[in-house]
């Protein structure tokens, strides 16, 4: 075996930083915890570069004592606790003193602070763990921490920062939660000069109004009671009120947002009978309890927690919820008045989070000139007259004149594309097709019989037709010649930054789909036109499935999301079982089929049984 060492504090403290400052949002976190630990009512933060070259943190909180200054940087240093009982009753956020030695360790910081005793202020510079002098500062009461250049001397770690804007979109949900948690203290957020978020003090209906707007608040239930000891307050979602994914929960345990499986699973539990696949219910709550009945030292950043008894937090958190989703008598002594009209009063004006409306949209000045003039598509209908022709064409020759101009050069393409698939059509239909196969006739209405050597097969109209549909629609968007749908007014779809994130990722996805969408303003979107054989595409749902989906589609193709839609479009247009079919039409789809009898419709289901001669005549006792 080795020899021990005994690391230095350099290493150390490294290490500590790979526990505690995971990323910017990290930084974030454990800085404002302490500004809220320190009494601030007035916080502050600014961030550049997702948060890579420059963190700020200020409050007006209680500051920090000049002879108190340096041990700031040490390990385990913490003015929250000071002996081991401690430990079992903890009410800050923050408690072991590992934050700032960790985060300086691997970054350039700066700690600017006046007490309200003393009358100037001072700071003190740490670079890598290198701690300097304090010296003079002309700070105002309170705190300043600022944080460049992170993991500057940690290359390893730097490599797997996420880019900046998904930094700072990570940045921008933990404010969220530590807003919402803190609906007394007035939030400012600016990132790379813009301010993006700000509360100002006025409580939890003013903090969810500013972050979420208006119109989220009135689809709500506020709620406030206590039982089995614990105390549960704050708003959720009416039953209809859901959400494509769980980053619109936020549950606050005792002044600190967590992430809990009980608590979560308790809640999700209640809306049960009311959700459906790939929903999630909206809330923000707050739960009281005895620090003694709750361990928030689980983890280094303490976003989860443990319970004394889960039962009894799970029984509780479901009994009310479904009270109250229910409707049973005891929601009465539940839910509270939501008459919260929001006034701005004149010494801090309320942002208001814009909605605009599709009448608004009218008149709205925007990127790019909306469509007023369109006509309304036609639903279409797959017959086997036309069955071979391109989709993409639309019937509209009585109001062609008005659009001409309008779509000239969209026509040409497709006029280009229509000869191309018609040059390569003719050349397949040149083709020697197998003719090997006898058509025996149609039965029951549903099925084909054919004949081919000592072996019959029996064709499911409906299932093959769906599949040729299904694989013409794949193909149009794998070769990138989906002919698209201009709206007449576009569909928003309003996010939160994670989801803006991770859409502004996937446009180019989007369009080569075909769908024509664009950033309308900060965290809204406009779809202006989607492909044309997904004309009457619930945008909505199709949207909620998209973002329900994030995590998982950061790996695959987003066009992979829209199988479900095609398939479900090829099953309606297809021709259905109960059909009598002409020869003409059977003709028609045998040819398109191309005698290839070995495909499943998108569903899974065969298209084909095949029964050999041996099968019948062993039915008929010929052979045993």
């Not at 998982?552 to 398939?567: Q, V």
Request: glycine share 4%.
């Amino acid at each position: 075996m080795k020899r021990i060492n005994v690391l230095d504090k350099s290493v150390y403290n490294r290490i500590a930083a790979g526990e505690v400052v995971e990323r910017p949002f990290s930084v974030v976190k454990e800085l404002v915890e302490n500004s809220i630990d320190a009494g601030a009512d007035e916080i502050t933060v600014t961030i550049e570069d997702g948060g890579k070259n420059l963190i700020r943190v200020s409050d007006n909180g209680s500051g920090i004592h000049k002879d108190d200054l340096k041990k700031v940087f040490l390990p385990h240093a913490t003015s929250k606790i000071s002996e081991a009982k401690d430990l079992d009753k903890i009410i800050t956020l923050g408690f072991r003193g590992e934050a700032l030695a960790s985060i300086s360790a691997i970054s350039k910081t700066l700690v600017s602070a006046k007490t309200e005793e003393s009358e100037i202020g001072y700071e003190i510079y740490c670079e890598g763990g290198e701690i300097g002098e304090v010296d003079v500062s002309p700070v105002e009461k309170g705190t300043v921490v600022t944080v460049k250049d992170l993991f500057y001397n940690t290359p390893a770690r730097a490599k797997f920062l996420k880019p900046s804007k998904n930094e700072e979109a990570d940045i921008t949900n933990i404010l969220t939660r530590l807003m919402l948690a803190n609906p007394q203290i007035a939030f400012k957020y600016v990132a790379n000069g813009k301010t993006v978020l700000q509360t100002y003090g006025g409580g939890l209906d003013e903090a969810i109004i500013e972050i979420y707007g208006y119109e989220t608040i009135s689809d709500c239930i506020k709620i406030e009671t206590e039982k089995n000891g614990i105390y549960i307050s704050g708003y959720i979602g009416h039953y209809y009120f859901t959400k494509p994914n769980r980053t619109y929960q936020t549950v606050i345990l005792n002044g600190r947002y967590v992430v809990n499986n009980t608590v979560s699973s308790a809640i999700h539990n209640a809306y049960s009978n009311y959700l459906m696949k790939r929903k999630y219910p909206f809330y923000v709550l707050n739960i009281e309890m005895l620090a003694e009945t709750v361990d928030v030292n689980v983890h280094p950043n303490k976003t989860d927690v443990r319970f004394v008894d889960n039962q009894v937090v799970y029984g509780t958190l479901f009994s009310v919820i479904s009270s109250v989703l229910d409707g049973a008598p005891q929601a009465l002594d539940i839910v509270k008045s939501n008459s919260y009209i929001p006034v701005e009063p004149s010494n801090k004006p309320i942002v208001k989070k814009t909605v605009v409306s599709p009448d608004e949209l009218k008149t709205v000045s925007c990127e790019r000139p909306f469509v007023t003039s369109f006509p309304q598509a036609k639903k279409q209908t797959f017959t086997f007259a036309d069955i071979e022709k391109d989709i993409s064409k639309t019937e509209n020759s009585e109001k062609k004149s008005s659009v001409d101009d309008i779509f000239a050069e969209n026509k040409r393409y497709i006029e280009e594309l229509e000869a191309e698939k018609n040059a390569v059509k003719a050349q397949q239909e040149e083709l020697d097709i197998d003719l090997d196969f006898k058509l025996i006739g149609q039965v029951l209405s549903t099925y084909l019989i054919l004949e081919k050597g000592s072996d019959v097969y029996f064709i499911d109209q409906h299932a093959a037709h769906e599949r040729l549909l299904y694989d013409k629609f794949i193909a149009e968007i794998k070769t990138g010649s989906v002919a698209d749908q201009p709206m007449i007014i576009p569909h928003l779809v309003h996010t939160n930054e994670k989801e803006s994130e991770f859409l502004l990722s996937k446009f180019q996805d989007f369009r080569n789909m075909g769908i024509d969408i664009v950033e309308y303003e900060d965290n809204i979107f406009a779809v202006y036109a989607v492909p044309l054989t997904l004309w009457d595409i619930d945008l909505k749902k199709f949207f909620d499935d998209v973002l329900s989906d994030m995590n998982a589609l950061k790996s695959i193709e987003i066009s992979d999301l829209l199988r479900e839609k095609l398939s479900q479009k090829a099953c309606k247009a297809a021709i259905k079982a109960g059909k009598v079919l002409s020869g003409d039409e059977i003709d028609i789809l045998l040819k398109m089929l191309k005698n290839d009898v070995t495909l499943r419709c998108p569903h899974g289901r065969p298209i084909t049984v095949k029964i050999s001669r041996t099968e019948i005549d062993k039915w008929f006792k010929r052979i045993v």
